[in-house]
């Protein structure tokens, strides 16, 4: 730059010449310096003056090949209006613009920062001004790189809730993908097992996002002789390796389904291959309207994602697998009970045979007792046992003489003793048979009471079972609302205030509670003869 010029433009510096630093002046050291591209233009033509070599070095031209051109030659075509604009608005105040490009020497944009000085009138000469730019680009890329993370820890978190909430293997698939593109960026996000049939079919089990019609109609395969089998997905199924395609626009080799991809404003692709619990491969696929949104941290963030998705499925399967085995045991239970029944039914029978009055008692005490347990909200396992415990709860007066049983009146001290035998006997008659619940100890304590009165062992409180304290409700209640030998039917008003005047004293007051309520409520009229309320 002639000193004529350097001096103008020294003034911008608000230096002069004379202030120098080991012989050189500051504005000279400033305009020498390589981290600082510069260059003089004119106001509002934009014709530049001089640079430095900095901006040579930027530019990738000599000094020669960049004095005396328009600065509109080294912006983009789009940002040309836009930067006449801007030179038309300086004045005096130092400006900045953060979103300016300049092309190189082979014509790649550039991203800039720019400094002007504002416009400089000195000695009549054309405005000037001086203007400063410096290369962003890694900026621009770490900036770039960070968005790209949050967008995928967006879908990340989104993708957490899904996982926590499926319980099907197919809801799960959908729900992912679904999460993933509630981020713009991603536009298409899908999920592929692969098969061994012929062909080696990759089988599509979910999708969403606005790109999803460009698996419309698409036919991929995971085989290495399909000329469909070189896409990302097949390759990273087949590989179990990560492919990534960081912008289509520049993918080099032909193929029907980037062509696809670039129509439907695809930009760059992801897909990870996971183990699905069974042994099978799939693969995670996302799709991005953005170049390069698959960086490494992003990478990074969608790797994990698909692990999680891989043990979420063994998660859901090894459920299933535990339900599947749950429902088998609850089924070979139901066929216990149901066998257990059918095998003691012939010897609850033969017992009502010496006691005719007694018939049904046991069937009715079961109806009962299973009644008021289901108001309690006892499992259907739970309910099962109790049925069959109330159905054999008397089995052990088939060693008490007949004539005691059907006696008709009272019976005396011994003869009472004697019939309180049944409990024991009937024990130790169902002491050995395997049944899945305590039936035999059931039996056993169905006439001991709360207070420790009762028979054949006097237990209080919690030491007898909640399945006896019900049996010994529904036992009573269904004896005294019934004809005996020894007495007509009870009313069933006095029956219910005979049972509540027991509870919690002697009985149990929940059972007893919910045994009236139900007495009450009618439920009980077709268990006797006659309406208990007649």
Not at 185 to 193: Q, R
Not at 232 to 249: F, G, K, N, S
Request: aromatic share 6%; charged share 20%; proline share 6%.
């Amino acid at each position: 730059m002639p000193n004529s010029d350097l001096a103008y433009c020294s003034a911008w510096e608000g230096r002069t010449l004379e202030q120098s630093v080991d012989g050189q002046s500051i504005y000279e050291l400033s305009w020498k310096c390589p981290s600082s591209s510069k260059a003089v233009i004119t106001i509002p033509h934009g014709t530049i003056l001089d640079c430095n070599p900095a901006a040579e070095s930027l530019l990738g031209k000599s000094r020669a090949d960049i004095v005396g051109r328009s600065v509109h030659e080294f912006v983009p075509p789009s940002e040309r209006s836009r930067a006449t604009y801007e030179l038309l608005r300086l004045t005096e105040e130092p400006v900045q613009y953060d979103d300016f490009h300049l092309l190189d020497n082979k014509g790649r944009k550039i991203p800039i920062a720019v400094s002007s000085s504002g416009v400089i009138k000195l000695g009549g000469r054309t405005p000037i001004a001086v203007i400063e730019f410096r290369d962003v680009s890694l900026e621009k890329q770490q900036e770039y790189r960070l968005a790209a993370q949050r967008w995928a820890l967006s879908a990340y978190a989104a993708a957490a809730v899904a996982l926590s909430q499926q319980h099907a293997a197919c809801d799960l698939y959908a729900a992912i993908c679904k999460a993933i593109v509630t981020e713009p960026t991603y536009v298409l996000a899908w999920v592929g097992i692969a098969e061994q049939g012929p062909g080696r079919p990759i089988r599509l089990v979910a999708r969403a996002g606005p790109g999803g019609s460009i698996l419309e109609g698409l036919s991929l395969s995971w085989s290495e002789d399909d000329p469909s089998g070189q896409g990302p997905t097949p390759v990273a199924i087949r590989t179990e390796q990560l492919q990534t395609i960081h912008d289509l626009r520049e993918l080099q080799v032909f193929s029907t389904w980037a062509e696809r991809a670039r129509e439907f404003g695809i930009r760059s692709i992801i897909s990870i291959p996971f183990q699905v619990g069974n042994g099978a491969e799939g693969a995670l696929v996302v799709c991005a309207s953005k170049p390069r949104a698959f960086e490494a941290d992003a990478t990074d963030v969608f790797t994990h994602l698909a692990e999680q998705l891989c043990h979420g499925i063994c998660a859901i399967e090894q459920r299933e697998l535990l339900e599947k085995e749950r429902q088998n045991v609850v089924e070979a239970e139901r066929r216990t009970a149901e066998a257990m029944s059918l095998m003691l039914t012939p010897m609850s029978l033969a017992m009502e045979l010496r006691d005719p009055y007694t018939a049904g008692h046991q069937n009715r005490v079961a109806e009962i007792a299973v009644a008021i347990a289901g108001e309690m909200g006892w499992s259907s396992e739970r309910l099962a046992g109790l049925r069959l415990a109330a159905q054999v709860h008397d089995i052990g007066k088939m060693s008490i003489p007949a004539d005691i049983l059907t006696k008709q009146g009272r019976l005396s001290n011994a003869e009472r003793a004697l019939l309180n035998e049944h409990c024991e006997n009937g024990f130790n008659i169902l002491k050995g048979i395997p049944f899945p619940w305590p039936i035999a100890t059931i039996v056993l304590q169905h006439h001991e009471k709360l207070d420790g009165s009762g028979y054949p062992h006097g237990l209080i409180e919690n030491d007898i079972l909640p399945e006896a304290r019900i049996l010994a409700v529904a036992d009573i209640f269904e004896a005294m609302a019934n004809y005996r030998p020894y007495r007509p039917a009870i009313p069933m008003e006095a029956v219910l205030a005979q049972l509540e005047s027991q509870s919690g004293a002697k009985l149990d007051a929940a059972a007893v509670g919910i045994c009236a309520s139900l007495c009450r409520r009618g439920r009980f009229v077709n268990l006797f003869a006659r309406s208990p309320f007649n």
